[in-house]
């Protein structure tokens, strides 16, 4: 799911970046800004972050006293995209193993769709494997899959999410 969220982070700038000129300082508060959003990836609670859509307010700078640095408070709203337990969601497969499959999601690629949560399909081997039920339904590589997100799991040391979903349901499976 794609949410909004209000953020307020310290922005430091450091002493030889600083300019008097009220749009270069600004600029390199931006900047700055955006080199650590883009750092971060991601957290636990918000998920993955993707855009900065508005800067709302650049509050006064304060001098650290070791550094000479400037701090920065800047408040902003971010889309961010986190996977729910109980949504449904479309992902692409890109690998196909014996027990199950991986697919992306947005901007993860750790969605896992175990062969026991999709009944009604058999792995068939070869050169280029796949999922067939006895519709002739087709799960390959590179096929748009509806799913229904079971658990999700943050790695921390990564900033990544883990997903673990299913086919058990009303209208889930390939999109044609």
Known sequence: M????KLSWNVVIP???M???GLLLQRAIITRLME???AKKATKDLGYFLAVTTVQSIGEGKVRQQSGD???PVDFTCITFKMLVGEVLEGIVDKILKHGIFLKCGPTDRVYLSHLKMADYQYVPGENPY????KSSKIEKGVVVRFLVLGEKFIETDKEFQAVVSLEGDYLGPVA
Do not use: P
Request: aromatic residues 20%; proline residues 0%; hydrophobic residues 55%.
């Open 2 to 5: 794609y949410l909004k969220s």
């Open 19 to 21: 300019d008097m000129k």
């Open 131 to 134: 999922f067939m039920n006895e």
């Open 36 to 38: 650590v959003f883009a």
């Open 70 to 72: 400037v701090l920065f």
């Open 15 to 17: 002493a030889d970046k």
